[in-house]
């Protein structure tokens, strides 16, 4: 796991986040509401979001992965916010060392740092994901939660798409 926004690493060094073993068709969300601020991190396999992991040989494999950035640098198609809470997404940050040009030699990951401002942040209480239609290799996503009342870890599944605090 790589934070890219220090904030986030900071809410879960402590506690939770050993590296997470990469296990094909598990993911990993930290969620933490500071104040106004909603940042999701997403740490996940590359093969459960492009069913491969390789630096891309093909032309068809580089339209893969140029599409699979695309896609989640779009979060209102990934999550749902409690709407009364009125929270608007900021550009977020998405890393893969395939994104980067980098060949490795197996089994890669990818992470993901999503952000947004609330209006009221009091009324946001619960992340619905769209990320087990949007990828259906990912089996399970462990969730670890911090907000203003402590932590809280679930585990969701396609059949368990939302986390409420
Ligand atoms: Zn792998």
Redesign the pocket.
Known sequence: MRHLLPAIALLFASSLSAAPP?V?GEARLEIALEGETLLIHFDS???NLLGF?HFPRTAGERQAVAALKAQLEAPEKLFDLTPEARCQALPPEIASPLFAGRREA????LDADYRWRCTRPDELRAVRTQLFAEFPRLKRIRLDFAGPRGQQSDMLTPARTGFRW
């Open positions: 990469h094909h396999p590359l093969d992991e197996a089994h890669v990951d």
